[in-house]
Structures are given as structure tokens and as C-alpha cells.
């Protein structure tokens, strides 16, 4: 064999037996594991079961809310999604769902609505608000349903993979709540803007000085998910609940022409209107 620089190079039995050996031992490595191969398979079908074994435990606690009166028809109403917590009687969801059913003037008649439940639903009462942060803390009696576990505070980071369950569409699947996936898009401040000028209070300044922050998910919600609770898949610990869903053109098109843009109230806001309910109050 002549080199680059036309000197005489000597490959020795030696030699070429390592590079057999080499070569040999490439072959039996892609052969035992190529890509794609089993092993691969393996880890994905891991992470199935994993998923859908934290799914299927997520469900247990989450419920629907809404109303029954034996006047009204249909007799049973659907207004949005809650979720379990603490000792199985507290229900957190958003308070735009509960201020929905008062406008009606039927919160004397609200229900929680779950697979373990009559079909009537068990009667809530509303414990604790947070208006500006859009949370309702509801308590049931007589029955304990299994609880979801909180995050700690400021837990989640952009990337993490999240989902949330709930009823988006209501009950036209029964009580069989929906699961979405994706991930935490963006986490970015939130300005609520005031109703009219004229009814700017001090409360409102406060927040507007401080901005809270909000989640924002690549996965699709809709009205009906409103109060469903968004969990990492990595822990199943409840970081948000959904709030809001960003839509374009007049709402009644959500269902057809989604954006797919979601927003979601981080468990912070959850935490401190929990501690209200200790101290005896509300916001």
C-alpha cells in the first residue's frame, strides 16, 4: 500500500485482524439493536402505559358542575369542569363557571356531577372566590371523591409536558372526562382589564402594578374545559387550571375554527385561596 506521500506502508495480520474484529463488532451491534429496534419500542410503549395509567387515575377526580332542578328541561345542566382536592370535599374550578349559574339564579340548585354519583349529582356550595384570578372553591358533603394532588408553587417551566382532563364539550359524552396533551408554550403576565374606567379600585391598581402569570399550552380546550385541572405528565401534580381559550371571531365558532391557544391560572392562586379558607374568609 502506497501513502499520500508515496512511502511504502506495511498493514500487518495484526492490523487487519483489529479491523475485522471492529467491523464484526459493528455488525453485530446494529444487529442487535437497530434503530427503531425493539428497544426503542420498548421505551415508547413504557411511556404509554405510564400515561395511561395516569390518566386513567386523573379521571377519578375530576368531576363536572352544574345544575338540577326537576322544573327545568332538560333537568340537568352543564356549566364546566372542577377538580378534587384536600380531603375529598373540596372542588376548585373557575369562578366564571359558578358566576354563569348565579346569573340564572340557580345557585341554590348547583350539583357536582361524577361517574361514582347519582345521575342527579350531589348538592355544592360555594366556600371561597378569587375574582380576579378566577377561582371558585366549592365543598360537597356526605361524600368523599379521590383527591388530586397540588404542585408546590413555581414548578413549572416552559417545555414541560403537560395535559389537562375535563368535559369540553359537555356531557354529549357522558360523564367520561377528555384528556388533551402538549406542553407549556410560554409563561407570560397577565393584565386583567377593568370592566370601565369608572369602577377602578384600589384592588385593581394593586394588581395591575403586580402582573401575574399565566400558562400558556399548545393544546386545544374548549369552553367546557373551563376549571379543568392541567397536570405535568411527569409527576400527575395539578400546576394550573384552565381559564380561558383564546378564540377568534365571535364565540359561538369555537368548536368549529379552534386556535388551538390555551391559557391556564398557575396553582399558585390555588394555594392562597385555599389559606383564605383557614383564615375564615374569602376574596
Known amino acids: 500500500m502506497i501513502d499520500f506521500q508515496g512511502r511504502a506502508a506495511v498493514v500487518t495480520g495484526a492490523g487487519i485482524g483489529r479491523i475485522c474484529w471492529c467491523v464484526l463488532f459493528w455488525f453485530l451491534i446494529?444487529?442487535?439493536?437497530?434503530?427503531?429496534?425493539?428497544?426503542?419500542?420498548?421505551?415508547?410503549?413504557?411511556?404509554?402505559?405510564?400515561?395511561?395509567?395516569?390518566?386513567?387515575?386523573?379521571?377519578?377526580?375530576?368531576?363536572?358542575?352544574?345544575?338540577?332542578?326537576?322544573?327545568?328541561?332538560?333537568?340537568?345542566?352543564?356549566?364546566?369542569?372542577?377538580?378534587?382536592t384536600g380531603d375529598g370535599t373540596r372542588i376548585i374550578t373557575s369562578k366564571h363557571v359558578i358566576d354563569g349559574i348565579r346569573e340564572k339564579e340557580r345557585l341554590f340548585h348547583l350539583r357536582i356531577f361524577h361517574e361514582t354519583l347519582p345521575d342527579r349529582g350531589i348538592k355544592a356550595t360555594v366556600l371561597a372566590e378569587d375574582g380576579f384570578h378566577d377561582l371558585s372553591v366549592l365543598q360537597i358533603k356526605g361524600n368523599r371523591l379521590p383527591a388530586l394532588l397540588l404542585a408546590?408553587?413555581?414548578?413549572?417551566?416552559?417545555g414541560h409536558a403537560i395535559a389537562f382532563?375535563?368535559?369540553?364539550?359537555?356531557?354529549?359524552?357522558?360523564?367520561?372526562?377528555?384528556?388533551?396533551?402538549?406542553?407549556?408554550?410560554a409563561i407570560a403576565p397577565m393584565i386583567l382589564p377593568s370592566p370601565s374606567a369608572k369602577i377602578i379600585d384600589g384592588e385593581i391598581i394593586r394588581h395591575l402594578k403586580t402582573p401575574f402569570d399565566v400558562y400558556q399550552l399548545d393544546a386545544v380546550a374548549y369552553p367546557g374545559n373551563s376549571g379543568s385541572p392541567v397536570y405535568r405528565i411527569a409527576t400527575g401534580q395539578v400546576v394550573g387550571v384552565i381559564n380561558m381559550v383564546?378564540?377568534?371571531?365571535?364565540?359561538?365558532?369555537?368548536?368549529?375554527?379552534?386556535?388551538?391557544?390555551?391559557?391556564?391560572i398557575p396553582v399558585t392562586h390555588v394555594h392562597a385561596l385555599e389559606k383564605t379558607l383557614d383564615a375564615g374568609g374569602s376574596n
Open 30 to 84: 446494529n444487529a442487535c439493536f437497530p434503530p427503531g429496534s425493539a428497544a426503542g419500542q420498548t421505551d415508547l410503549v413504557e411511556k404509554d402505559r405510564d400515561l395511561s395509567a395516569l390518566i386513567h387515575q386523573v379521571k377519578t377526580g375530576v368531576v363536572a358542575i352544574g345544575t338540577y332542578y326537576f322544573n327545568d328541561k332538560p333537568a340537568v345542566r352543564f356549566s364546566g369542569t372542577g377538580f378534587v
Open 152 to 158: 408546590e408553587n413555581a414548578t413549572v417551566k416552559e
Open 165 to 185: 382532563t375535563g368535559y369540553p364539550i359537555g356531557f354529549i359524552l357522558g360523564l367520561n372526562p377528555t384528556t388533551h396533551t402538549g406542553i407549556v408554550s
Open 246 to 264: 383564546f378564540v377568534k371571531g365571535k364565540k359561538e365558532h369555537v368548536l368549529k375554527d379552534p386556535t388551538g391557544i390555551t391559557y391556564a
